[in-house]
């Protein structure tokens, strides 16, 4: 149960994009399309801002994007806004012979 | 409104033992998967256990495998996480999750956390 591969860091100046990547392996990522992202602000719980590698809940902006090719899930933020600075983890369904769920270590999301 | 609010965390003895409850309410809490997942001061998630809506399937994580437990009751909408033979590397913020995904990790509603911290 290795966590995913997240940057430590990323940034971009508001109005810009910026894009997160998350790579896992074969049994997790790779495997199913179970890949979810998730946004916190310091001292907040954690809020759920793409499922199913690329759905978004009810009142998540378009803004927020996912996808991924392989091993590699990605979150795209466009139009960056202040408030998007923040940590953002991926996480995945690993099917091994004890199904469970992975995080990654999480990006810290800086707005220039 | 659905919410989430857990409950039992302390300071506890390395080796000692602690029950975290979670109550739910605001939504039919036996049609979903629940969630634990824990975050040490500082440091990212890491998951620790999820349990199906009728409590007949529990996975673990690794690292808390044969020390923490699972359970649910559905008639009081509240979930549980018996955690035993503690060790410093547990101090951290658990967390309860709802999964909107059939277990999958789709966490669409998680409690503020309840910190548990091991030390003597």
């Known amino acids: 149960q290795s966590a995913l591969t997240q940057p430590p860091s990323a940034s971009g100046s508001p109005g810009q994009s910026v894009t997160i990547s998350c790579t896992g392996t074969?049994?997790?990522?790779?495997?199913?399309?179970?890949v979810s992202w998730f946004q916190q602000h310091p001292g907040r719980a954690p809020k759920l801002m793409i499922y199913?590698?690329?759905k978004r809940p009810s009142g998540v902006p378009d803004r927020f994007s996912g996808s991924k090719s392989g091993n590699t899930a990605s979150l795209t933020v466009s139009g960056l806004q202040a408030d998007d600075e923040a940590d953002y983890y991926c996480?995945?369904?690993?099917?091994?012979?004890?199904?469970?769920?992975?995080f990654g270590g999480g990006t810290k999301l800086t707005v220039l | 409104e659905v919410q989430l609010v857990e409950s039992g965390g302390g300071l506890v003895q390395p080796g000692g033992s602690l029950r975290l409850s979670c109550a739910a309410s605001?939504?039919?809490?036996?049609?979903?998967?629940m969630h634990w997942v824990r975050q040490a001061p500082g440091k990212g998630l890491v998951w620790v256990s999820r349990?199906?809506?009728?409590?007949?399937?529990?996975n673990y994580a690794d690292s808390v495998k044969g020390r923490f437990t699972i359970s649910r009751d559905n008639a009081k909408n509240t979930l549980f996480l018996q955690i035993n033979s503690l060790r410093a590397e547990d101090t951290a913020v658990y967390s309860c999750a709802r999964d909107r995904v059939l277990g999958s990790g789709s966490c669409d509603c998680w409690g503020q956390g309840t910190r548990v911290t091991v030390s003597s």
């Open positions: 996480s995945s369904y690993t099917g091994n012979s004890d199904s469970t769920v992975v």
């Open positions: 074969s049994s997790d990522v790779g495997g199913y399309n179970y």
């Open positions: 349990i199906n809506g009728d409590g007949t399937v529990a």
């Open positions: 605001g939504f039919t809490f036996s049609s979903y998967w």
């Open positions: 199913e590698v690329n």
